[in-house]
């Protein structure tokens, strides 16, 4: 998959899925925009991507500001002239239980993803002129299924998959809009630099997925690259959950 000449806004992409999504659009000769809040992060990124010869841009951008927002696609759309990919990929969430968390703490999770995420495309799409424009909302199978004390995320997360189908509808046929649920996906490698630290997953952890391991990154990154590819022309509103099969498995206590 090829994306020479596609301009591509990551929100959230300093670290975790995002900044290897932004390495795999970059290597596939996109033209990749950090759209991140924290600026060490996404200035690490884009070094790393500008030290290899890829064009990426870091732009400090806070996906609950609408102004932000606003000004983050008005500085891509004067650079390049288009927008052809958005990943909304930013996200926030919070410790707590439904006595402990504040509901202000459980409006700013919902601010940041799901109407981040509509705020992001609000002000992009206008930009999207080109052929084969497309939206990836990442969710989680926090979606589908829950534990105990994830009320804020589980509900955003279940929220942006509604708005997929919604945007999905609005903006067809000229855009594409899907959704991607990652399952459990280490991310300790793509954290900035002062944060990562090893994590050994034990061989019960991997055994709770079909496929017997953990996800990585990658899984995921992979995943967006086809979905906003001309290979997947014919898919829209809809919601793939890259989780190895663990929200399929049948678990039995012994």
């Known amino acids: 998959m090829d994306f020479s000449n596609k301009v591509v806004v990551i929100t959230g992409s300093g670290q975790g899925i995002g900044a290897c999504t932004a390495v795999e659009f970059a290597k596939r000769k996109a033209s990749v925009i950090i759209a991140e809040i924290d600026e060490e992060a996404g200035r690490e990124v884009e070094a790393l991507l500008q030290e290899q010869g890829l064009d990426a841009l870091f732009i400090h951008t806070d996906v609950s500001n609408e ?19 958005l990943i909304n990929n930013a996200a926030a969430q919070t410790q707590g239980n439904l006595f402990t968390t504040t509901i202000e703490d459980f409006e700013y999770v919902l601010r940041v993803n799901v109407t981040g995420a509509y705020m992001c495309t609000k002000y992009c799409v ?3 002129i080109g052929e084969g424009a497309n939206i990836v909302n990442i ?13 804020p995320y589980s509900a955003s997360k279940g929220a942006l998959l509604a708005l997929t189908h ?3 509808a609005s903006l067809g046929p000229k855009i594409r809009v899907n959704a991607i649920c990652p399952g459990w996906i280490e991310t300790n490698g793509w954290k900035k630099k002062k944060d990562r630290k090893f994590v050994a997953l034990r061989e019960k952890d991997h055994m709770q997925h079909l496929t017997g391991r953990v996800g990585v990154p990658e899984d995921v990154a992979k995943a967006i690259t086809y979905l906003t590819s001309e290979d997947a022309g014919f898919i829209t509103g809809a919601n793939f959950v890259i989780d190895g099969g663990m929200t399929v ?5 012994e």
């Open 67 to 85: 102004h932000s927002v606003k000004e983050m696609a008005f500085a891509v759309a004067e650079r390049y002239g288009k927008i052809d990919i």
């Open 126 to 128: 206008p930009y999207m």
């Open 139 to 151: 969710a989680s199978t926090r979606a589908l299924m829950s534990e105990p004390n994830t009320e």
């Open 166 to 168: 919604s945007l999905a």
């Open 249 to 253: 498995k049948m678990i039995y206590e």
